[in-house]
């Protein structure tokens, strides 16, 4: 079975520029959520989604992370206009309902603004 | 005081040794204790849960929960160079993944 699929691996921009991340979360799992992760913070939830529905986006740093999930099967995080500290690893998972909270990560968007 | 605590090391080990990888929290209200495996340039994936205090056990991990002392550990016997990666607590005070708190993870190396 295909696990989380992201897109792109890499991602190196410049200040100031647009950076769309994309997410295929597993079929039939109802929740996706979108982590950053770096050496200083670890990993921080930015938004999760049941049903396509955004439930929780406290975890978005600022106006200018957005982020949609138009159908079960794709999610994007955007980033306008990108700065250097938003440099990071980003992880989209996905779970079922239930269960003890197992989350199927992606193998992550690694994104570098200079 | 962050809600779990997690030394992020890194640490160092020959191969064959015990590893011992705790976390501690603040929150009581935490029941279901979690470590996930992070190997480099991947994603996390679960390794072992528990619910409540207690020990399980599942070949050579052990993951261990002190409730009354906000600290749990996962044991590693055996240490194997394929058990390199960074470990990541997390927890969370009902099933579901909704609420899912996560340590800053500690990387370990297993040399040969």
Same mark, same amino acid.
């Given at each position: ?9 890499h991602e ?5 520029q647009?950076? *769309? +991340?994309?997410?295929?979360?597993i ?8 982590y950053r ?10 938004i ?5 529905v955004?439930?929780?986006d ?5 106006d ?11 999610? *994007?995080?955007?980033i ?18 239930g269960?003890?909270?197992? +989350? ?6 690694? +994104?570098?603004?200079l | 005081? %962050?809600?779990?605590?997690q030394?992020? !090391? ?8 015990? #590893?011992s990888?705790?976390?501690? /929290?603040?929150n ?7 470590? /996930? @495996?992070? /190997?480099? @340039?991947?994603?996390?994936? &679960?390794?072992?849960y528990? /619910? ?7 070949? @050579?991990?052990?993951?261990? =929960?002190?409730?009354?002392? %906000? ?5 590693? @016997?055996?240490?194997?160079p ?5 470990? &990541?607590?997390?927890m969370?005070?009902?099933? !579901?993944?909704? %609420?899912? =708190?996560?340590? %800053?993870?500690?990387? &370990?190396? #297993?040399?040969?």
């Amino acid at each position: 079975d295909a696990g989380v699929i992201q897109s792109p691996r890499h991602e190196v921009t410049e200040m100031g520029q647009e950076v *769309t +991340l994309r997410c295929k979360p597993i079929s039939g799992h109802n929740s996706l959520f979108w982590y950053r992760q770096t050496m200083m913070r670890g990993l921080e939830l930015l938004i999760y989604f049941n049903n396509n529905v955004p439930i929780d986006d406290s975890g978005m740093p600022e106006d200018r992370f957005s982020a949609k999930m138009p159908n079960a099967s794709f999610s *994007t995080l955007k980033i306008q206009p990108s700065e250097p500290r938003d440099s990071a690893v980003y992880f989209c998972a996905s779970s079922s309902s239930g269960g003890v909270g197992e +989350l199927f990560f992606g193998e992550g968007s690694r +994104l570098t603004v200079l | 005081q %962050k809600e779990v605590e997690q030394d992020p !090391g890194p640490l160092s080990v020959p191969e064959g040794a015990i #590893v011992s990888l705790n976390c501690t /929290y603040s929150n009581s209200a935490f029941q279901y204790f979690m470590w /996930y @495996r992070q /190997y480099s @340039r991947k994603g996390p994936e &679960l390794l072992m849960y528990t /619910y409540s205090s207690g020990n399980k056990e599942d070949g @050579r991990f052990t993951a261990q =929960v002190d409730k009354s002392s %906000k600290y749990i550990s996962l044991f590693i @016997r055996d240490s194997q160079p394929s058990d390199s990666a960074t470990y &990541l607590c997390a927890m969370n005070p009902q099933g !579901g993944s909704e %609420k899912l =708190v996560f340590g %800053k993870g500690m990387k &370990l190396t #297993v040399n040969p």
